[in-house]
């Protein structure tokens, strides 16, 4: 290659280190000489330098300079398992919306939306499920932590895919969800604008307030309380960081319920606090010829159970979910 190129990110690629995208695309070209590279500042993504684990968005632009002999290559893509009928059924089942381009499912906590080293169970590999009758294999276009239940949203094809990313970067797309906390914040609505940056160590991926960090806001809102006990937050993510939300709530001293990275154990709820009590409630997305999609995802039962529980049960209702 003899020449600067610039290509984008696609969806399949969402959430990659950067150096591994340069080994997906270009496997000959060696470590040593790709560090040299971006310390020059001769590989730049969205025309601002970046470092080896930078990890990329769909849609963003890589300046990739003249590699010589190492030639552009195609994602390569790893033989996808076989989908058990169970797992079949049960994402056929979650589906809220499907139209000619967007797919919406209710994803279950506990479910990772892409693998990882020792993951081989995740949505990705199980997206033929959810083709029916279209003509591609549908396509990730954001994501949830593998332990936050609710709204995902998938593209149907490559047109679609590239609209959706695009909403979601340029932050046209309206996000709620809703938590259990353990205590109460002080104040009953407020904005929680707290840059967010990856602790180093081995114990997992973890978030942490720093100024140097990236942009994180958030706006919440307290819709119940049990005394000091817990509270029910509506959260609505302004930034799409790593652990946004848990790291916000923790920052407010009210982690959520179920989050043991994040210090949210809750006790004094027993076994009912084990799982995390963040649920992707509901989506706004602007569509072709001002349209806007809005799909809404019903609550799993650990988290309508905690709000029983807690004397939540009425107001629940009001807000529109039965459970």
């Known amino acids: 290659m003899t020449r600067v190129q610039t290509i984008a990110v696609t969806a399949d690629e969402a959430d990659l280190r950067l150096d591994r995208w340069f080994k997906r695309r270009f496997p000959e070209l060696g470590h040593g000489r790709l560090e040299k590279l971006?310390?020059?500042?001769?590989?730049?993504?969205?025309?601002?330098?970046?470092?080896?684990?930078?990890?990329?968005?769909?849609?963003?632009?890589?300046?990739?300079?003249?590699?010589?002999?190492a030639q552009s290559a195609p994602p390569k893509l790893r033989p996808r398992p076989g989908i058990a009928d169970r797992d079949v059924r049960a994402l056929q089942d979650a589906v809220l919306y499907k139209d000619d381009d967007v797919l919406a499912i209710n994803k279950p906590a506990g479910l990772a939306v892409q693998?990882?080293?020792?993951?081989?169970?995740?949505?990705?590999?199980?997206?033929?499920?959810?083709?029916?009758?279209a003509a591609e294999r549908p396509r990730l276009v954001h994501r949830l932590d593998r332990d936050t239940s609710g709204v995902l949203l998938l593209a149907r094809n490559a047109k679609a895919a590239a609209e959706l990313t695009d909403a979601f970067r340029h932050r046209d797309c309206r996000k709620v969800y809703w938590a259990v906390v353990a205590g109460v914040p002080k104040r009953a609505e407020g904005r929680i604008e707290l840059a967010l940056a990856k602790l180093p160590g081995r114990s997992g991926e973890r978030m942490a307030p720093n100024d140097d960090g990236k942009e994180a806001v958030t706006e919440y809102r307290v819709l119940d309380r049990a005394g000091r006990q817990a509270?029910?937050?509506?959260l609505r993510p302004l930034t799409g960081r790593t652990h946004q939300l848990r790291?916000?709530?923790?920052?407010?001293?009210?982690?959520?319920?179920?989050?043991?990275?994040?210090?949210?154990?809750?006790?004094?709820?027993?076994?009912g606090a084990r799982r995390l009590h963040l649920h992707a409630r509901s989506i706004e997305v602007p569509r072709r010829g001002g349209d806007v999609l809005r799909v809404a995802a019903p609550l799993p039962p650990h988290l309508t159970a905690t709000l029983d529980l807690l004397g939540f049960a009425s107001r629940r209702d009001r807000q529109g979910d039965s459970g």
């Not at 310390?39 to 590699?67: D, K, W």
């Not at 169970?121 to 083709?131: G, V």
Request: net charge positive.
């Open 38 to 69: 971006l310390r020059t500042g001769q590989i730049r993504v969205e025309g601002r330098r970046a470092r080896s684990n930078t990890r990329l968005e769909p849609g963003q632009r890589v300046r990739v300079p003249p590699l010589g002999e």
């Open 247 to 271: 790291a916000h709530c923790a920052a407010m001293g009210t982690p959520i319920l179920g989050d043991r990275k994040y210090r949210g154990d809750g006790d004094f709820l027993a076994g």
């Open 231 to 234: 509270a029910w937050l509506e």
């Open 115 to 133: 693998g990882g080293t020792g993951l081989d169970r995740h949505l990705d590999a199980m997206l033929d499920a959810l083709q029916f009758d």
